[in-house]
């Protein structure tokens, strides 16, 4: 069983910074790509950056400049720090991780979060 835990999250206004932090737990061997996604109403959940393990990053061109992602690999940690909201970043926000398991043999399968909301608004 291997968890995804958010904290962070909650209303800003337009042109502010928020910090999302994510923490795995649970019965992991090892752990991949970590990242973060977002689902807006009414939208398709999309990327918005991930980081492997090796410190190669994949972000959005939505949120290059503005959003910062980083890792600590010994905490199985994930943060996302994002600057310069605008209205359309508001969305819920899922945490993500590509997860090892033993079972017998290494398993992979993709982790979610729960999520949290992050809304910009004036």
């Known amino acids: 069983q291997v968890q995804l835990v958010e904290s962070g999250g909650g209303l800003v206004q337009p042109g502010g910074s928020l910090g999302l932090s994510c923490a795995a737990s649970?019965?992991?061997?090892?752990?991949?790509?970590m990242g973060w996604y977002r689902q807006a109403p009414g939208k398709q959940r999309e990327l918005i950056a991930t980081?492997?393990?090796?410190?190669?990053?994949t972000s959005a061109d939505s949120v290059k400049g503005r959003f910062t992602i980083s890792r600590d690999n010994a905490k199985n940690t994930v943060d996302l720090q994002m600057n310069s909201l605008k209205t359309e970043d508001t969305a819920v926000y899922y945490c993500?991780?590509?997860?090892?398991?033993?079972?017998?043999?290494?398993?992979?399968?993709?982790?979610w979060g729960q999520g949290t909301q992050v809304t910009v608004s004036s």
């Open positions: 993500y991780a590509q997860v090892g398991i033993w079972r017998g043999g290494l398993r992979w399968s993709d982790s």
């Open positions: 649970g019965s992991i061997f090892n752990i991949n790509a």
């Open positions: 980081i492997t393990t090796g410190g190669r990053i």
